[in-house]
């Protein structure tokens, strides 16, 4: 618990994982207090089990050690797995005092972290230091999805209603997006465009790869009479429409790779399908799948248009009320 009346010391441990790092960001922006992000990049060694790396550095590039130094923080927020001995050698040399919030299932050890949100879908037993999420933590708010909308409003604003925005993530593990599977969503949505006489705004990511973006592309342009505006992923990323697709789009379809990219479009509070083929989809994709639809998030993407509201999904602001609890914040 914290006695001081001034704001709490925040440190993010952003790990190198995109994915991993706006899931902890968006658990400190949902705080409202000011935070520092320590940027963390891994050598070799990061691979080893945490068992082995224990409290300690090991496995981090030492130009990322640098800014790990005293004052120590109150609260660390992360996720990933090799974040946790950095974290834990944070609150040892803090003697203790710093309250570790870690984002996801780590493995063992867990002993010396304060707060742990798990998804559902990981299906982790219940502990008292662990909360079940639907979904994961993201950085989706109403105030930037019209920021960023706003710088893309004039651009498409040639493009009919309803905008179908499409996010597609990509390969993951055995979760394998092919052409033959980008041409198979292409079709869908495609269909989908032209029963309701609206557009698509389309956005590839990393994981989505040459073949596939081509095939969605050819699928795309193969269809007459569906005006499409699509956004290729590259390495200089940096005109990503990604949040003012959410902000913009009427409809969102996106691929049940990606459990970020499905919690991040059910933060909108407006229609969500999810891409994903039952013999191509990971046991956890589909718990999570089957619990958004059976709340009424999401339905199964098969081609069909149609209009649902529902209150927006926010894990971040789940996990930040339990901190507040549990620090006295």
């Keep these: 618990m914290l006695n001081s009346t001034s704001p709490p010391r925040i440190w993010v441990l952003a790990d190198d994982r995109t994915g991993n790092a706006n899931q902890a960001i968006g658990v400190a922006e949902a705080l409202g207090f000011p935070f520092e992000i320590k940027r963390l990049e891994y050598t070799r060694w990061g691979r080893l089990p945490n068992l082995i790396r224990g409290a300690s550095f090991l496995g981090v590039q030492d130009a990322y050690r640098d800014g790990i130094t005293p004052p ?3 609260l660390v927020i992360a996720a990933g797995r090799r974040t946790v001995p950095i974290a834990r050698y944070i609150k040892r040399a803090n003697y203790g005092r710093t309250f570790l919030t870690h984002i996801m299932w780590p493995g063992s050890p867990v002993g010396e972290l304060d ?7 990981d299906q982790v037993p219940p502990q008292p230091t662990i909360i079940h999420t639907l979904g994961a933590p993201h950085r989706v708010t109403a105030a930037r999805l019209t920021q960023d909308a706003n710088q893309w409003r004039e651009r498409l604003a040639h493009l009919p209603h309803p905008h179908i925005g499409v996010l597609v993530g990509g390969t993951a593990g055995k979760q394998v997006f092919d052409a033959a599977a980008a041409t198979l ?5 495609s269909q989908m465009a032209r029963d309701s006489g609206g557009s698509l705004l389309v956005t590839t ?4 790869g040459a073949a596939a973006s081509d095939a969605l592309v050819a699928t795309l342009a193969s269809t007459p009479g569906v005006p499409a505006y699509t956004h290729l992923w590259t390495r200089d990323n940096s005109e990503n429409p990604f949040f003012a697709f959410l902000g913009l789009s009427d409809v969102m379809v996106v691929t049940g790779d990606s459990t970020s990219m499905c919690s991040e479009a059910c933060a909108t509070g407006r229609p969500v399908y999810i891409f994903a083929p039952s013999d191509n989809t990971a046991p956890k994709h589909k718990h999570l799948h089957q619990r958004l639809y059976a709340l009424g998030y999401a339905k199964p993407l098969d081609g069909t248009f149609d209009t649902w509201h529902y209150p927006p999904l926010n894990a971040a602001d789940m996990i930040a009320q339990a901190i507040r609890q549990r620090i006295g914040l």
Excluded at 115 to 121: D, M, R, S
Excluded at 205 to 208: A, H
């Design 72 to 74: 120590w923080p109150d």
């Design 115 to 121: 707060l742990l949100a798990v998804p559902e879908h």
């Design 185 to 189: 969503l292409g079709q869908h949505i």
């Design 205 to 208: 990511s990393r994981r989505t």
